[in-house]
């Protein structure tokens, strides 16, 4: 069984365009994340989401919307893509006694 | 100065060699130092983790962690090919936020 699930995995779209990206985990984890990993490959924390409430929003443009419907999901809306978002976009999540995350198997979004 | 600094390498090694990749910080707050393993293509996996100064094993690998000299480290015993990938540190203070090095490319050579 996939700890961490992301869908889907490649995604290639338009300048303009309106996407999602989704994440699931099934460890039973109250706190997920997400994270944008650069053509350079360093990972960098966009959000985190503790039981469904919003906990770190880094400095990222409005465009990029997370939504938690529950605290086994964790959803990223990207609005009006540009060129510059074209890079791998990981979920992880951690449990609540634990500082170790555990990561997804990435999003690798290209926007042409 | 970053807050957490790792040399990008790349780094190419023979096979059965011992590796050692470090890490260096700024922050003293930091406590919880993680080290991921990350083949291409595929999401950071979760290797070693250690919690304040000290040393800790798992088979070949073995982290270490100096405090006072905010300077952490991996070794890597008997490398194998299959050891080859990005190796990234990363550290916590204790809050929600993992920050985490840039990586370092390790090519392990049959």
């Not at chain 2, 962690?65 to 550290?91: E, G």
């Amino acid at each position: 069984d996939t700890a961490v699930s992301q869908t889907p995995k490649y995604l290639v779209t338009q300048m303009g365009n309106d996407k999602s990206i989704k994440c699931e985990q099934n460890l039973g984890h109250d706190t997920m994340y997400w994270y944008k990993q650069d053509s350079k490959k360093f990972l960098k924390i966009m959000f985190s989401y503790n039981n469904k409430e919003l906990i770190i929003n880094e400095t990222v443009p409005n465009r990029f919307s997370p939504k938690s419907p529950d605290k086994a999901h964790l959803n990223l809306h990207i609005n009006s893509l540009e060129l510059g978002d074209s890079a791998v976009y990981f979920c992880a999540s951690r449990g609540r006694l634990s500082y170790e995350q555990y990561f997804g198997p990435g999003t690798r979004l290209t926007v042409t | 100065q970053k807050e957490v600094e790792q040399d990008p390498g790349p780094l190419s090694v023979p096979e059965g060699a011992i590796v050692s990749l470090n890490c260096t910080y700024s922050n003293s707050a930091f406590q919880y130092f993680m080290w991921y393993r990350q083949y291409s293509r595929k999401g950071p996996e979760l290797l070693m983790y250690t919690y304040s100064s000290g040393n800790k094993e798992d088979g070949r690998f073995t982290a270490q962690v100096d405090k006072s000299s905010k300077y952490i480290s991996l070794f890597i015993r008997d490398s194998q090919p299959s050891d080859s990938a990005t190796y990234l540190c990363a550290m916590s203070g204790g809050s929600e936020k993992l920050v985490f090095g840039k990586g370092t490319k390790l090519t392990v050579n049959p």
